[in-house]
């Protein structure tokens, strides 16, 4: 299994650009969801999904869209790139939306906006 | 969601056993405790996690006060690799995982 993998490892946008971040798993895990990890910081929720179809925000979700048409996807798109969402983002997955299930993450998207 | 309260840093030598401490006095009787590592430029990764009972895997030990209202996270023989940030997440509605700043623990040879 590739695990959760994410892409682009690296981006740089201009403020109002648009972009989305891509993040695929090949686990059949139901519960799949984005963070956001700025310099010296905890990581922040900012949407999750609980299974195709269904998606719900997160602490941080303004700013941000997501949709989850497949298992296996679960995109992450920024609609108006601000330089406050310069940060590294991180999408990550687990069986089930219950606690006693291992989380996984991707490696990240380290994210500029200028 | 309950709150937590981790020393900003530890250090250790290699070889040595380190004690991660984590105090979360307003956790509730149903939630479990996670602890996940952050190594640096990786996403986190699962150490371990337990509800009551101490608990032991092949990465770390995690001892749980009576009262709940505080963990240890235990590495044996702390090594090279794991120098990492480590987050102490209590449980919190429906399977939310949130991350505090953690401990940045420093491996020292």
């Known amino acids: 299994n590739a695990g959760v993998t994410q892409t682009p490892k690296f981006q740089v946008l201009k403020t109002g650009q648009s972009m989305t971040l891509q993040c695929a798993q090949d686990?059949?895990?139901?519960?799949m969801s984005w963070y956001r990890q700025d310099p010296g910081m905890g990581l922040r929720l900012i949407h999750y999904s609980v299974g195709a179809g269904i998606t719900d925000q997160g602490e941080v979700p303004n700013g941000y869209n997501v949709s989850r048409s497949t298992t296996e996807d679960f995109p992450l798109r920024l609609l108006s790139a601000a330089p406050s969402q310069t940060s590294v983002y991180f999408c990550?997955?687990?069986?089930?939306?219950?606690?006693?299930?291992?989380?996984?993450f991707g490696p990240g998207t380290r994210l500029t906006v200028l | 969601d309950a709150k937590t309260t981790q020393p900003n840093s530890m250090e250790s030598n290699e070889e040595e056993p380190v004690h991660l401490p984590c105090n979360h006095s307003?956790?509730?009787?149903?939630?479990?405790i996670h602890w996940y590592r952050q190594l640096p430029s990786q996403g986190p990764e699962y150490v371990i996690h337990?509800?009551?009972s101490n608990v032991n895997n092949r990465m770390a030990s995690l001892a749980i006060a009576e009262d709940r209202k505080s963990s240890t996270l235990i590495l044996h023989r702390a090594t090279l690799r794991d120098a990492a940030v480590y987050y102490c997440i209590p449980g919190s509605t429906l399977g939310r995982l949130y991350f505090g700043r953690g401990t940045q623990l420093t491996v020292w040879p």
């Open positions: 307003t956790i509730s009787g149903t939630d479990y």
């Open positions: 686990m059949n895990h139901e519960y």
């Open positions: 990550a997955s687990r069986q089930r939306d219950s606690w006693w299930d291992t989380q996984y």
């Open positions: 337990g509800l009551t």
